[in-house]
């Protein structure tokens, strides 16, 4: 039987064949814009990242020589905004086909970015201290235990550098989908430790994906135990379902001492 994490990718990748909205690359124009200084780049669903956030890389509206992890972050909507500013990236995914729109994008627009096909709940393929900044988009809902995605970061980051994350705060899971303001789960929710979960999540044939929600207490605390440095945090809204009436998502920006 295939791992979790291998059935998500397996889900995503028949996600981005019917045009999810995380998995369409950027076009020729949106690269020429980003190249010309006028750019943003999402952690989570509506509110484009502060520029602000990427300090102290970025300089004169340039990246240029900041080694640069994608984490989770295929689909060739930010690297390419990040290798239009000169950053040396690097992007690591679990889906193939979010790993291929990296490929064509970077083909077409004529620059270098490593693509890593790997699958975060295992230890990250990279020595200790490789990156200068992590961007890590909402994605953590795939894996259970993003504890160990924390501490993972920590390691792979030099002294000084910066994780970027996006994350849900669970509350979406609490209800229906064909009745959004309907709650019929309680958080956590974990198809791993709920065989009726497991079962639904596997039958949907417009799903097929494991998710889980995680807490305020995993998901900053975590980060503060691996040893990091909270700096800043904002919340977003989504385009759908409670996330319409209440903010579903953070974004934070943590440093390693």
């Known amino acids: 039987m295939d791992s979790y994490a291998e059935l998500n990718a397996q889900a995503i990748d028949r996600w981005v064949g019917k045009g999810w909205i995380w998995g369409i690359p950027m076009g020729p124009e949106e690269f020429a814009r980003a190249k010309a200084g006028d750019w943003k780049v999402l952690l989570t669903p509506l509110k484009p990242v502060p520029q602000e956030w990427f300090l102290p890389f970025l300089k004169e509206g340039s990246l240029k020589g900041t080694r640069l992890l994608g984490l989770a972050s295929g689909g060739g909507q930010q690297m390419p905004v990040f ?33 890593v096909r790997a699958d975060m709940t295992k230890p990250l393929p990279f020595p200790d201290g490789s990156f200068d900044l992590i961007f890590h988009p909402v994605s953590n809902c795939y ?23 996006g994350m849900g705060n669970g509350v979406s899971y ?11 789960h309680k958080l956590p929710y974990n198809p791993l430790k709920n065989p009726e979960l497991y079962k639904k999540s596997m039958e949907d044939p417009e799903d097929g994906s494991i998710q889980f929600s995680h807490t305020l207490e995993d998901q900053l605390g975590g980060q503060l135990r691996a040893g ?19 903010p579903t998502f953070w974004a934070s920006r943590a440093v390693k001492p």
């Open 83 to 115: 290798s239009a500013l000169g950053a040396e990236c690097t992007v690591l995914d679990y889906s193939e086909r979010q790993l291929e729109s990296e490929r064509l994008v970077a083909q077409r627009e004529a620059y270098d970015i490593t693509l």
């Open 228 to 246: 990091l440095t909270l700096r800043d945090l904002y919340e977003d809204f989504d385009t759908e379902g409670v996330g319409e009436y209440y």
């Open 143 to 165: 894996i259970e235990d993003v504890n160990h995605v924390w501490r993972e970061c920590m390691r792979i980051l030099r002294s000084g550098g910066v994780l970027l994350a």
């Open 174 to 184: 609490l209800f229906d989908d064909e009745d959004p303001l309907r709650v019929v």
